[in-house]
């Protein structure tokens, strides 16, 4: 390659970044826009700042001096009562609220979707003559099991492989080996 065609396809290249640098910056997302999309989202858009902190001195003096206790609110050996809490906003409870009960929202969406897939049953169709093998592979491409040889190797070793009966049988995912044995060699 020589050096006017490096050159050249180099130059290309800064063009054409720059016309893409320049149209991505044409294409702002404007912050009526932003909040438009927050709201429809759920989120909330405070009106004005809340400050929860004075940062910055008292401007009169007046209301630097702390007021002297009265015999009513406060005593020397006594805790302040209620009357002196500072003020608290109800926002943050509000987000508290929403945050637990969005947890709640969850928590139960996560054990119905559990319990329905533990009550889902699969259908297994066994022919007369399947081995023990074919059951254990027809087994795991329905997902009710994780590995075959495995619960070949059970069968055989427990005396359900020759056991094995012909038929349709329904059966849980959740179901650990013994069950799933006695279930095929019942009928």
Known sequence: MDKRSFIRGFGMGVLFAAVILGISCLMRTSDSAVIKRAKQLGMTYAAQEEKLFQTSAPKNSAAAKTPEPSSTSVSSDKKPSATMKPKET??????????????????????????????????????????????????????????????????????????????????????????????????
């Open 90 to 187: 109800k926002k943050p409870d509000k987000t508290l609220q929403k945050e637990q009960t969005d947890q709640k929202e969850f928590d139960q969406e996560k054990k119905k979707i559990t319990d329905d897939f533990e009550k889902s049953t699969k259908e297994l169709q066994i022919q007369a003559g399947d081995w023990s093998a074919d059951v254990s592979r027809k087994l795991e491409e329905m997902d009710v099991i994780s590995d075959a040889e495995a619960f070949d190797a059970y069968m055989d070793k427990h005396g359900y492989s020759s056991k094995i009966k012909a038929g349709n049988y329904s059966i849980s995912p959740g179901a650990d080996f013994d069950q799933i044995a006695k279930e095929i060699t019942s009928k």
